[in-house]
Structure formats: C-alpha cells, structure tokens
C-alpha cells in the first residue's frame, strides 16, 4: 500500500533554529497532512494541504507540496524545546472508493537542543 | 468535548488471554479508525468504521483480531489469543465526515503480551 516515508528519520537542532522534515509519497493523494506525536501520547493534527495547494502557512509551521515530485516538506521556523517530538505525515490517497483511512509515515523524531 | 477516549491505558497480559480495548469517539464524528503502532512497523491501519458499519479491515492482522462498533458511541478491539507479537501501543482515532479529513486520536492502549 502506498505510504509516506519521512527523511530524515532523526534530527537533532539547536533551540532557535529552523528544522525541516521531508516526506514522499507513492500514488496521487486528496491532500497530505503533517501530526505531532509527543513521547507516550496520541497524534495531534498540525496542517493539512490538499493536491491543488503548493503552501501553507499556520504559526510556526510552513508546508510545501510539490504534487510533480510527490513530496512535502514541513518547516518549523524559530524552534523551541516544546517542539521536541515524533513528526509524521499522513496522506489520503485518491481511489475509487472515496474514503479511505489516511496512511502514515515512520515519522521524523526531532529533538531540540536547549 | 473530552477527546477521543480509550481505555485501559496500560494492559499487561499472558499469551493466550483474550485483550479487549475499548474507544469512545468524539460526539458527532462519522469515522473510527483503529491503528497500531510498533517501533518496527510504525503506524498501521487495522479497521475503519463509517456511521458504524466496517468499510476496510484488510489490515486486520489475522483472525484473531476483531473490532464492532455496537453504537456511535463505542468501539472494541479484541484480539483472541493474544500473542506477544500484538504487543504494540493501539490508538483510536476518529473524523468527521470524509475520511481524508483531520482525525483526531485517542492517548492510546499500550499493550504488552507477555
């Protein structure tokens, strides 16, 4: 089944610094989300880009789509030592059905250095 | 709203028993989605409900596993005999409406088959 890989697959920055997270995808999606997953804790919904979108801005967060390369990139601007977690992509693939469940990645674990 | 609820949040059990992990869905949501999380595989689809009916569970690892959704209120995972390989963190997500929208998850059952 078609699934987002995230690269990379670990980050280590510096509090303030700017941290990038890219994930690619195999087949023609809907839109691609990104998540947040804190240590021992659920998912947390952070953006979502649909196919006719190139980018989206929300806070801190800046996401890019380049549906030609079937690729995504998440930006986080100014990070903090909250930042600190588990980062995914997630993508809803265009099929016949019309609804199915949304794939995920391995996930980007960024840490950010105090 | 209280969230995506699950329970137990930690369960520890024998090879052999019988698991059952229960969801309650946010309020008005149409979608449920059950997933499983290992560090090996990452974030597996198992099952997905619409207005409580089963629309995909081709990631049902074998028939030992089995989810129903009685009401819109309440789902159930059981897994019957639990192996230590299902040891792994389950999450209960839902949506509103189409299932390529933001879903938003439970904290999780982790599971740990001994």
């Known amino acids: 089944s078609q699934q987002g890989e995230e690269d990379p697959q670990a980050l280590s920055i510096q509090e303030g610094e700017n941290a990038t997270m890219n994930c690619s995808y195999k087949?023609?999606?809907?839109?691609l989300q990104w998540y947040r997953q804190n240590s021992g804790r659920g998912l947390v919904h952070l953006i979502l880009?649909?196919?006719?979108?190139r980018e989206k801005h929300s806070g801190r967060l800046r996401v890019t789509l380049d549906t030609s390369k079937k690729s995504s990139s998440l930006l986080i601007t100014a990070s903090r030592a909250a930042d600190t977690a588990s980062y995914f992509c997630a993508t809803d693939p265009i099929s016949g059905g019309g609804a199915d469940g949304l794939t995920f990645g391995k996930g980007t674990h960024l840490i950010i250095q105090p | 709203d209280a969230g995506v609820i699950q329970s137990p949040r930690h369960e520890v059990t024998e090879m052999g028993q019988e698991v059952t992990l229960r969801c309650k869905p946010i309020?008005?949501?149409?979608?449920l989605f059950w997933y499983r999380q290992t560090m090996m595989r990452g974030l597996e689809l198992l099952i997905y409900?619409?207005?409580?009916?089963?629309?995909?569970d081709s990631g049902m690892p074998e028939d030992r596993f089995s989810a129903k959704m009685p009401n819109a209120s309440f789902s159930t995972l059981k897994i019957q005999p639990s192996e230590p390989r299902d040891s792994a963190v389950y999450f209960c997500a839902s949506s509103l409406q189409q299932g390529g929208n933001e879903q938003f998850f439970g904290p999780g059952t982790r599971l740990t088959v001994l």
């Open positions: 087949t023609s999606i809907n839109n």
């Open positions: 309020s008005g949501h149409d979608y």
């Open positions: 880009i649909r196919s006719n979108e």
């Open positions: 409900f619409n207005n409580n009916v089963p629309i995909d």
